[in-house]
């Protein structure tokens, strides 16, 4: 737990020399982990004033977190909630794949997931002749119980992204009778485990600003769309509310809308003014006028390169966590696999 959500505790006395270095962690430390991570974090509580939490820290169960994660981000696409016993997260061949993947996580000391529950066409959202929305497959939520159940096991927190683009199906966004709609529709989602310190966040849309860069969709409907789920998993759960934004550049659509904390991704792809390797979230703060913590949400940090490097930076720059992609590269196009042993390292 305290690996990935990393806590204040208390100072550890460090003895160094010119051929090792030493760490005495007193008795009360609180870390479930190995004195190695209570070292990391006393120096987070050397350099942050106690009067406040650190900018690069979500809240949590009556504590400040720094969020280590990683991506799945789905193991059947579009089935892996609702599809049951033929593919969803309760069948028994997912539910034993998803075992040895978060027993991986957990003995790299990551605690965190980000999951993908209605990606494509979200059909798991029943609908009339119109399309309006009307409720929600109860297949669903066996699914959800399954994939809670094991959070249990492994010591996992969830990210849930409801969905995997603002398009599909855009009368969803883009009539207002059926975007409200679907808020309440949601809203039975969220209320059903709204008491579940297991769900971390439900994230609105994965990347929307793409939709809305390559005129597909217009940025006003989208937003509404955001500030309406937001206020209806505020109404129904303790759980927090993001968005997955593509890159730092599309952060200044989502402000003012009832998000919770804010979240980018980065790609090595992504330079100039979307490179968060280049900067910190000060510097994005004040850019943007940011009114809440930053989580870098996706970035490669397989084998390939220095991926422990890549960890301690998020956290260096004062990030509020930082979640690799993926767990389960095989099931995903690009293949992008994470180095667990840097995690653990880490």
Same mark, same amino acid.
């Given at each position: 737990?305290?690996?990935?959500?990393?806590?204040?505790?208390?100072?550890?006395?460090?003895?160094l020399n010119a051929a090792s270095f030493s760490v005495v962690i007193p008795s009360?430390?609180?870390?479930?982990?190995?004195?190695?991570?209570?070292?990391?974090?006393?120096?987070?509580?050397?350099?942050?004033?106690?009067?406040?939490?650190?900018?690069?820290?979500?809240?949590?169960?009556?504590?400040?977190?720094?969020?280590?994660?990683?991506?799945?981000?789905?193991?059947?696409?579009?089935?892996?909630?609702?599809?049951? @016993?033929?593919?969803?997260?309760?069948? !028994?061949?997912? %539910? $034993?794949? #998803?075992?040895?993947?978060?027993?991986? &996580?957990? +003995?790299?000391?990551?605690?965190?997931?980000?999951?993908?529950?209605?990606?494509?066409?979200?059909?798991?959202?029943?609908?009339?002749?119109?399309?309006?929305?009307?409720?929600?497959?109860?297949?669903?939520?066996?699914?959800?119980?399954?994939?809670?159940?094991?959070?249990?096991?492994?010591?996992?927190?969830?990210?849930?992204?409801?969905?995997?683009?603002?398009?599909? @199906?855009?009368?969803?966004?883009?009539? !207002?009778?059926? %975007? $409200?709609? #679907?808020?309440?529709?949601?809203?039975? &989602?969220? +209320?059903?485990?709204?008491?579940?310190?297991?769900?971390?966040?439900?994230?609105?849309?994965?990347?929307?600003?793409?939709?809305?860069?390559?005129?597909?969709?217009?940025?006003?409907?989208?937003?509404?769309?955001?500030?309406?789920?937001?206020?209806?998993?505020?109404?129904?759960?303790?759980?927090?509310?993001?968005?997955?934004?593509?890159?730092?550049?599309?952060?200044?659509?989502?402000?003012?809308?009832?998000?919770?904390?804010?979240t980018a991704h980065w790609y090595d792809s992504m330079t100039g003014g979307s490179?968060?390797?280049?900067?910190?979230?000060?510097?994005?703060?004040?850019?943007?006028?940011?009114?809440?913590?930053?989580?870098?949400?996706?970035?490669?940090?397989?084998?390939?390169?220095?991926?422990?490097?890549?960890?301690?930076?998020?956290?260096?720059?004062?990030?509020?966590?930082?979640?690799?992609?993926?767990?389960?590269?095989?099931?995903?196009?690009?293949?992008?696999?994470?180095?667990?042993?840097?995690?653990?390292?880490?």
């Amino acid at each position: 737990f305290s690996s990935v959500f990393c806590s204040t505790p208390v100072l550890a006395d460090i003895n160094l020399n010119a051929a090792s270095f030493s760490v005495v962690i007193p008795s009360n430390c609180d870390c479930f982990a190995s004195a190695s991570i209570c070292f990391r974090l006393s120096l987070v509580s050397r350099a942050t004033p106690a009067a406040a939490p650190a900018p690069g820290r979500i809240p949590w169960q009556g504590q400040d977190w720094y969020l280590l994660g990683a991506n799945l981000p789905w193991y059947n696409w579009g089935c892996d909630f609702g599809c049951g @016993p033929n593919g969803g997260a309760s069948s !028994p061949t997912v %539910r $034993a794949a #998803l075992d040895s993947g978060f027993s991986r &996580l957990e +003995a790299s000391g990551i605690h965190l997931a980000r999951w993908w529950v209605f990606p494509g066409n979200p059909w798991q959202i029943t609908r009339d002749a119109s399309g309006l929305p009307t409720g929600i497959n109860p297949a669903v939520y066996d699914d959800f119980d399954a994939a809670l159940e094991l959070a249990e096991q492994y010591d996992l927190y969830y990210v849930f992204t409801l969905f995997s683009s603002p398009g599909a @199906p855009g009368a969803w966004v883009t009539d !207002p009778a059926q %975007r $409200a709609k #679907l808020a309440e529709v949601l809203g039975q &989602l969220f +209320a059903r485990y709204g008491d579940n310190p297991r769900i971390l966040t439900w994230q609105v849309f994965n990347e929307p600003e793409w939709a809305i860069w390559n005129g597909k969709i217009e940025k006003e409907p989208v937003q509404a769309t955001v500030k309406e789920i937001a206020a209806a998993v505020h109404a129904n759960s303790n759980a927090y509310v993001s968005v997955g934004s593509a890159k730092l550049a599309g952060l200044p659509m989502w402000i003012g809308l009832g998000l919770d904390y804010y979240t980018a991704h980065w790609y090595d792809s992504m330079t100039g003014g979307s490179c968060a390797l280049c900067t910190d979230y000060a510097e994005v703060r004040d850019r943007f006028n940011l009114d809440a913590p930053l989580v870098i949400g996706e970035f490669f940090a397989g084998s390939s390169i220095d991926a422990l490097q890549r960890f301690e930076d998020r956290y260096a720059k004062g990030y509020a966590g930082a979640w690799a992609w993926s767990l389960f590269p095989n099931r995903t196009n690009d293949r992008m696999s994470i180095g667990l042993s840097a995690a653990s390292t880490f």
